[in-house]
């Protein structure tokens, strides 16, 4: 699975940006599928996941009600929306997949390249 990431760029805080995840490979709907981020000096970190049958969606508790993952496996795309966005969002974002832990990112198997969040205060 081939994974790319877009749809990153500048806010203020209180905004809205969507995210999206453009997966090749006819495989895409076997993996659960997650959102990372990462700041440097920093680990990345776990921000949402979803399953393989769009059903079950997980959360970091620090983006609970602002983030809503999604996925549509026939357009072969994971989305991040994300609303009342704070300046401590900003980071780099990574989607990823995997079929072991979603919560860990040394779980994952496939990564796409980041794309960047800055959110002004």
């Known amino acids: 699975v081939q994974l790319q990431a877009y749809g990153g760029g500048l806010v203020q805080a209180g905004a809205s940006l969507r995210l999206s995840c453009a997966a090749s490979g006819r495989t895409f709907r076997n993996y659960y599928t997650g959102w990372f981020r990462q700041v440097p000096g920093k680990e990345r970190e776990f921000v949402a996941a979803?399953?393989?049958?769009?059903?079950?969606?997980y959360y970091a508790d620090s983006v609970k009600g602002r983030f809503t993952v999604s996925r549509d496996n026939a357009k072969n795309t994971m989305y991040l929306q994300m609303n009342s966005l704070k300046p401590e969002d900003t980071a780099v974002y990574y989607c990823a997949a995997t079929n072991r832990n979603i919560r860990i990112a040394t779980m994952y198997d496939y990564w796409g390249q980041g794309t960047l969040v800055t959110v002004s205060s």
């Open positions: 979803i399953s393989w049958n769009e059903v079950t969606t």
